[in-house]
């Protein structure tokens, strides 16, 4: 594709529902990484992929955040019994290769939680 | 764990000026440093990065500048134009020799050009 693709854009949820977010790296990307960018804050690291295998998952803020990437490409995000606290925009990132360069973003996915 | 500290948080200058933002960070084995610009309600576009074999790089009107020893480096702007005006974020991180490549990014300064 011609770049990250992340669905839905927006989503409201009430609190305690269940949501699930979606990112389309850029294809034969390796890396994959999930922030969180609360309004007026900086992105703040959640967990990042290296194909299927999760490497990297000490910033999720509770056993509530999961992310899964089963087949080295499309990953998701899922936020269980969501909290307003959750409320923030989602962004995911892709990076060709393992060594540190630049990320692609997506246009991150807005959760409002009720 | 690393920590990515950014000042100004807001920096406001007059068109064909030059703008400076600052970045420090604490982990000594951080070794690639990006800067991204974000407009409003955009995603973060990269617009320049430096590795720490290397104490600066210029791109046109945009340059950054490492100082390792301090543990600090910093975006230079020239010659800003009203497109500039965006927020703009730093970044650090410490590659595969810590372990993990995940990304800490400062909490941005909102540059506004004046026209």
């Known amino acids: 594709g011609a770049g990250v693709s992340q669905s839905p854009r927006y989503k409201v949820a009430k609190r305690g529902q269940d949501v699930a977010l979606r990112c389309d790296p850029i294809s034969g990307h390796v890396s994959l990484f999930w922030y969180q960018q609360a309004l007026g804050q900086g992105p703040e690291f959640l967990t990042y992929f290296q194909n299927e295998a999760q490497l990297d998952k000490s910033g999720l803020p509770s056993d509530r955040f999961f992310a899964e990437r089963p087949e080295g490409s499309v990953s998701t995000l899922k936020i269980q019994r969501t909290q307003q606290e959750d409320s923030a925009v989602y962004l995911c990132?892709?990076?060709?290769?393992?060594?540190?360069?630049?990320?692609?973003f997506g246009e991150g996915s807005r959760l409002t939680v009720l | 764990g690393e920590n990515v500290e950014q000042h100004p948080s807001t920096l406001s200058v007059q068109e064909g000026d030059s703008a400076v933002i600052k970045c420090t960070y604490s982990?000594?084995?951080?070794?690639?440093f990006p800067w991204y610009k974000q407009e409003l309600g955009k995603r973060p576009q990269l617009i320049i990065d430096?590795?720490?074999?290397?104490g600066e790089k210029k791109d046109q009107r945009i340059a950054v500048t490492l100082n390792k020893t301090a543990k600090h480096f910093s975006l230079h702007i020239t010659e800003t134009q009203p497109e500039d005006s965006a927020v703009y974020f730093c970044a650090a991180t410490p590659g595969i020799s810590s372990g993990t490549y995940k990304y800490i990014f400062g909490t941005g300064t909102r540059l506004k050009v004046l026209a």
């Open positions: 430096i590795r720490s074999n290397v």
């Open positions: 982990d000594s084995a951080s070794n690639y």
């Open positions: 990132a892709s990076s060709p290769n393992l060594r540190a360069g630049e990320l692609f």
